[in-house]
């Protein structure tokens, strides 16, 4: 007698940017995010959506970083879902002001987000499924 075991997805490496704390580079994080979502066959919508969360995000944590100053992004991916976790090293640990127009854009594009000033710097995590399944 032989059991058929069905076989787990592999498990996808995490992805890591990390950038001066800059808004010149923040098309790299944009470019990176957009990249990432079309390999995991998200609609073109769905490639934007996360590409723009990453762009008010990242934007949101450099928004008064000091010289010397780095954005950390790590996006891990699973079958049908990409998050986003960013940090800020060597700038300010204020809590960052999230404008309400961003907050709402934020809310439509993406399934769920947060931003928290932690030890070592301001962050921010994201998830994103494609518009068919979400949460």
Do not use: N, W
């Not at 390999?39 to 934007?59: C, G, H, I, N, W």
């Not at 990409?82 to 127009?101: A, N």
């Amino acid at each position: 007698m032989s059991v058929a075991r069905e076989e787990e997805p592999e498990a996808q490496p995490a992805i890591r940017l990390s950038i001066p704390a800059e808004l010149r580079y923040l098309r790299l994080a944009r470019v990176t995010a957009a990249a990432i979502a079309a390999d995991l066959d998200f609609s073109v919508q769905d490639v934007d959506d996360v590409r723009v969360a990453v762009d008010e995000l990242s934007a949101l944590l450099i928004e008064d970083a000091g010289p010397g100053s780095e954005l950390e992004i790590c996006f891990t991916l699973d079958q049908t879902r990409i998050t986003g976790e960013g940090r800020m090293t060597g700038g300010s640990t204020s809590e960052p002001k999230l404008h309400p127009v961003a907050a709402e854009l934020l809310a439509l594009v993406i399934d769920h987000y947060d931003v928290s000033v932690g030890k070592t710097g301001r962050m921010f995590r994201f998830s994103k499924q494609p518009e068919g399944g979400r949460e």
